[in-house]
Nanobody, 121 residues
Framework: QMQLVESGGGLVQAGGSLRLSCATS????????MAWFRQAPGKEREFVAY?????YYADSVKGRFTISRDNAKNTVYLQMNSLKPEDTAVYYC?????????????????WGQGTQVTVSS
């Protein structure tokens, strides 16, 4: 059974930065897709970023967020810069097989519990 544990969330002012981490155990992540999603109150969970060797981003975060991975540490990161109040959400890490349907939650078979990111104006 694979486990994912997110950390690094918190409260930050608009324009600030945060770095989220997702530590995994139970399976080596090398060769698997890793992704970040987020869910704001009252909204559906939405895709943020995806990485295998290439990376893909939601338009809303492109140029501000960077996803990266350290396969030796079985960890994936999300560097978030120029944060905006609309980035406020619970951020989830997910993993699954490589997929072209990377924007869809159902493409991933393991999820973390989430970490809260709050951006104040």
């Amino acid at each position: 059974q694979m486990q994912l544990v997110e950390s690094g969330g918190g409260l930050v002012q608009a324009g600030g930065s945060l770095r989220l981490s997702c530590a995994t155990s139970g399976r080596f992540i090398s060769g698997y897709a890793m992704a970040w999603f987020r869910q704001a109150p009252g909204k559906e969970r939405e895709f943020v970023a995806y990485i295998v060797t290439t990376t893909y981003y939601a338009d809303s975060v492109k140029g501000r967020f960077t996803i990266s991975r350290d396969n030796a540490k079985n960890t994936v990161y999300l560097q978030m810069n120029s944060l905006k109040p609309e980035d406020t959400a619970v951020y989830y890490c997910a993993t699954g097989p490589r997929t072209t349907s990377y924007r869809l939650s159902r493409s991933y078979d393991y999820w973390g519990q989430g970490t809260q990111v709050t951006v104040s104006s």
